[in-house]
């Protein structure tokens, strides 16, 4: 059971506008929007719209929103909304093909309090980017990403530019110098991205699809440049745990183990251009269950329905016991058998809730690969004090059970700490338990003094 | 594995403050106070980035209020101070839990040494005369008292013992640990219920807010032959893992009527009902807010003969702008002609959309320094790429 007591630091994906500049090859958004009559109709809020479903937002307990879209900066008022809500409390990223991310507005940029701007890049070069994401995109982009790293230099303010790559076929021979030209530029992290295939990219597939052998491939070269001390910052989100894990031991990396797959209905949901809100990007019309059933989201603004409202329903709350039921995905391999799921890793579970038996082919090529190179793999998933504070800090589940039970926890989970972390976690936690048993007959004698609150 | 409000209660018994003496939301603000107060307490010991620059840049507020009633209740959060970081001077933060006795490293408590004995390293102050860190051995049906905190239950099986009514289940399954379990015929009244093995009792006392009946094994659902009353139950997980309605009433509130299989298909009361999807009662008596028709999204629309629901939406092309009542016609508010589609311009009659061009997507301009459009854009004059979208 989820704790829905506390802020859950909600985060939420809002495209933020259907409308953009570029027609990039796997887009799944603008094609999304202009794919059927029915998403055709979604139009875009007003201004003061938006701000009313960003106050909606922030009574759900949202603390973090990444503005996408199409192109959020297609809207003039794009920054007024970064203000309004960093106002209400929310922590603000953009999404952007940055072509309109240009020195006309940094003066307004900097004067706002922008978290990060992911700028899409798609190659190394124009031969490469362009033909995906349009013609003279490359050298807009890179040119505009190189005034606000010297912008920001001059102003001395931080604001986090990244650039996300997704990996194809068309552009994989050029990553090596994607991680120099991302350096050259001033980007604080490159993410590497797998195609998805769905939106236009569902329409290009032959000339984009990069399958899991050559994606690992990849992943090899790339881990090994890496190892040698480039200075580009690089997240490699081409893989599972296992991938990171095989990587740091073969190559000495040190790519995070970190939490991912789904959470939706937990900390995230999604919300379109009208302000509608579903469990996640994958999960706004309806998915058929094993027994061949159709179950529609229903389509509800936040406006007329309110955050709070639909993320607390009782149909989220529904959804949200078979995500995440304990055997939800154990129709998945070799998820199964593998140490990171449920721990840091829990894929997509509505192929699951489909009734489908999914063979994740990266993992057990990862798992074969283990098996064949003799690398030492326990059944022990490495974390840190620091990794697991933060994890607290946001999984309201995993916070709840560690303050009580924290070497259970810990156990359960599966991860291994070094004894000096382990030490300071228990400190830690026992800490905070002696705090809250000192303050506890005070707080109880006010709730007892307000009687009903 | 002991659960957080569990601890609270036993916490709270242990300081002699009286549980029960408090109403049903006393004890959910309670719960959320000392919730809040253990986020707190992470949430400043976090180097999340984004956590990080809001706490900076001042954007990010201590709490967000969430309900009704709440004021008065942040009032009560704000005077109690965020668990306080430790003057931590050396890198790793270790101190003695007690000076006194010291630690004892392996965690190893016995009862030989528990009884006011030194402290271990989770903490758990041993005090009472039988050690409340034992081994883990499991709740033995018929035990009266389970109460250290290590007993996790191994078995699969949730405390089934009923030797008492006053006894502590604390394992894993079972979350109604204050008063013995979810199998037992009493009221469960904790808030955190999880009732995950499922509401058996036939007097269907389940009375905790979030009670979802989840599923820990299978076949352990809603299978009371009356009333599902708990207000969350979604009668799922059953052995065939589909999500069955079986009870002779379906009647709870979440149900989707994925698969009302019990024979009463009259009446499908659910305020989520989708109607045109599951609800195959033959009256189309849809009569929930949230009715979309979503069984025929993209097809047909409204085909049911009383929807009224406010939010359809006819997903036909509307082309023709004329009113009726059958699904060739759009009879709704908001039908915006959907058909309008940047690749059918013959039926493009919204104010918004004049790209009339069949080939192209928009005005492809990806680069405003030509400060214009395509060439082949011959209804496009704008100066700039924005402004020629928008147009």
Known sequence: MINTLSNNHRFVQFDITRKCNLR?????????????????????????????????????????????????????????????????????SINTNGTFVTPAIHDRLFASKLYLLTFSLDGATPETNDPIRGQGV?????????????????????????????????????????????????ADSLIFTPLRQRGRAGDNLDKLYFNDQETFELSEQLAQIIAKGHPQHVQMGLGSPLVAEYLN??????????????????????????????????????????????????????????????????????????????????????????????????PCPIPSLRGDRLVMHS???????????????????????????????????????????????????????SQQDCDRLMLLVETMQSYIRKNLVNIYESILDNKEI | MQNLSVWLENEATNLGLDIEKLSNNQKYNLNKILFQMIENGFRIRSDNPDIRFGNKSGILKDSVLLSAGEVELQTIIESVEIIPIDNCTNGTCMYPCDPGSGRDQNGACTNGTCGGGPRDAI????????????????????????????????????????????????????????????????????????????????????????????????????????????????????????????????????????????????????????????????????????CMNSGSVAQESCTNQNCVDNSCVDFNLCSDGSAGADPTTCTDNNCQNAGCHYS????????????????????????????GCLASDDHCDCQSSKECIEK
């Not at chain 1, 283990?370 to 620091?386: D, L």
């Open chain 1, 24 to 92: 990039c090859a796997h887009c799944r958004s603008t094609s999304f929007y202009e794919g059927s009559d029915e998403h055709e109709s979604i139009k875009d809020l007003t201004t003061e719209e938006v701000f009313e479903a960003l106050r909606k937002l922030s009574k759900a307990g949202v603390e973090r929103i990444h503005f996408l879209g199409g192109e959020p900066f297609f809207r003039d008022d794009m920054l007024d909304i970064v203000d309004y809500a960093s106002s209400l409390g929310i922590v603000c």
């Open chain 1, 138 to 186: 490359f050298k807009l982009v890179t040119e505009n990403m190189k005034a606000l790293d010297d912008e920001r230099k001059r102003r001395k303010q931080y604001i986090r530019q990244i650039i996300c790559t997704v990996v194809t076929k068309s552009n994989a021979h050029e990553m090596t110098k994607m991680m120099d030209i991302a350096h050259e530029i001033g």
């Open chain 1, 249 to 346: 031991k073969k190559y000495g990396t040190k790519f995070p183990i970190s939490p991912g797959g789904c959470n939706a209905l937990t900390t995230k949901a999604f919300v379109q251009p009208d302000g509608a809100m579903f469990p996640c990007q994958e999960l706004t019309e309806y998915f058929t269950t094993r027994g061949g059933k159709k179950i529609t989201i229903p389509r509800q603004s936040v406006l007329d329905s309110g955050a709070k409202e639909i993320w607390e329903s009782k149909l989220y709350n529904g959804l949200l016991s078979a995500f995440f039921k304990p055997d939800a995905l154990k129709n998945y391999v070799p998820c199964n058998q593998c140490k990171y799921l449920g721990s840091i890793c829990w």
């Open chain 1, 363 to 417: 993992c057990m090529m990862m798992m074969k690969k283990i098996k064949e190179e003799k690398i030492e793999f326990t059944n022990k998933v490495p974390i840190s004090y620091q990794e697991i504070v933060n994890r607290s800090s946001t999984d309201p589940l995993f916070r709840d059970m560690l303050y009580v039970n924290p070497k259970e926890t810990i156990d359960q989970y599966h991860y291994e700490l």
């Open chain 2, 123 to 290: 903490s758990r102050s041993c005090t009472d005369g039988t050690c409340t860190h034992e081994t883990p051995t499991g709740c033995t049906n018929g035990q009266s008292s389970c109460s250290n905190n290590g007993c996790v239950n191994s078995g699969t099986a949730a405390c089934t013992n009923n030797g008492g009514s006053n006894f502590t289940c604390t394992d894993t399954d079972c979350h109604n640990i204050s008063e013995g379990g979810c199998i037992d015929s009493g009221p469960c009244f904790d808030v955190y219920c999880g009732n995950t093995m499922g509401c058996e009792d036939k007097v269907n006392a389940c009375l905790d807010q979030p009670c979802s009946n989840t599923p820990q094994g299978q076949g352990l659902k809603c299978i009371d032959s009356g009333n599902c009353s708990d207000i969350s139950c979604r009668n799922e997980g059953l052995p065939s893992q589909q999500n069955s309605c079986v009870d002779g009433l379906c009647k709870d509130d979440v149900c989707c009527n994925r698969v009302c299989i019990d024979g009463n298909t009259g009446d499908c009361e659910d305020d989520v009902c989708g109607n045109g999807r599951e609800c195959k009662d033959g009256t189309f008596s849809c009569k929930d807010s949230a």
């Open chain 2, 344 to 371: 059918i311009a013959a039926t493009c009659i919204d104010t918004w959309c004049q790209v009339d061009s069949t080939e192209k997507t928009g005005c492809y301009i990806p680069n405003p320094s030509d400060q």
